[in-house]
């Protein structure tokens, strides 16, 4: 197994070579991902918003036991969807427990990094433009939809819901989520694809997801889509809910009916009737 880790220093290299030879004229997420990667840009409100954060995956900080030095969110425009990864050190808003930046809008400068064909912006400048009314949701999406080793930007970046799905694979039945990654499946109606839980990169999952056991039942699953190594299309979970089956609800239903009937009975003795 190929050891994932982020290279923040490489991209610091690649930042400051790129500024040499000058800042590419990309102005919204559609214009930065048809450049090649260690381009330079500024995006900013060209596309007729300023980039939004609707999602963090990662903060810094030590969760679970385990230290982030680094933080990592998405961004919209409406033209496409990034995700800003870099230092806190850096001049960039830093999600923390006190710096919910989710809904702020922002302006950022420096270099297209892709990373397993997620469209990173790396060592980023990036300025607050204060919180417009609206923040962008994630996109409904299946299994089919996403399992190819070119999703399209159209999905890439971007917060992806998958609904009433269910886990498998040996890798993750029986487990117990911690801090380590684990590879198994995800599947719906429409197929079954590779589902890598990755808490060692994003903090979110490892909040989220760690001391609950690998659901047996159908799930609702909220997370981004990657592919690992060029050939892999895999769907990485940030959060999940469990789905109440037909059964569930049915027996939820029997269990009120008992209790309105006995409390009618409860009544009716009271009353002497």
């Not at 487990?175 to 079954?192: A, I, P, R």
């Amino acid at each position: 197994m190929c050891v994932r880790a982020r290279k923040l220093a490489a991209a610091l290299v690649v930042f400051s070579v790129c500024a040499i030879a000058g800042t590419a004229m990309a102005s919204t997420v559609a214009q930065i991902e048809a450049q090649s990667g260690g381009s330079n840009f500024s995006l900013d409100n060209a596309s007729g918003q300023y980039p939004v954060v609707t999602g963090i995956l990662c903060q810094p900080g030590t969760y679970n036991g385990r230290s982030y030095s680094y933080s990592s969110y998405l961004v919209s425009d409406g033209t496409g969807s990034a995700v800003v990864y870099g230092s806190p050190t850096g001049s960039e808003p830093v999600p923390s427990a006190t710096n919910n930046i989710v809904g702020d809008a922002v302006s950022i400068t420096g270099t297209y990094s892709p990373y397993n064909a997620i469209p990173e912006l790396t060592a980023p400048v990036v300025t607050n433009q204060g919180h417009p009314d609206h923040t962008p949701g994630p996109k409904q999406t299946t299994v089919s939809a996403i399992n190819t080793v070119n999703p399209g930007f159209g999905l890439l970046g971007y917060m992806l819901d998958l609904d009433n799905v269910t886990i498998g694979g040996s890798g993750m039945v029986g487990k117990t989520f911690d801090g380590t990654n684990l590879t198994g499946t995800v599947s719906d109606g429409t197929g079954s694809m590779t589902l890598y839980y990755w808490p060692t990169s994003y903090s979110v999952a490892n909040v989220n997801f760690t001391g609950k056991a690998v659901p047996t039942g159908p799930v609702d699953i909220t997370g981004f889509v990657d592919v690992f190594s060029g050939t892999t299309a895999e769907f990485v979970p940030l959060n999940m809910t469990s789905v109440q089956t037909p059964e569930s609800g049915t027996l939820v239903l029997l269990a009120s009916g008992f209790a309105a009937a006995a409390m009618m009975f409860l009544r009716r003795r009271k009353a002497g009737v």
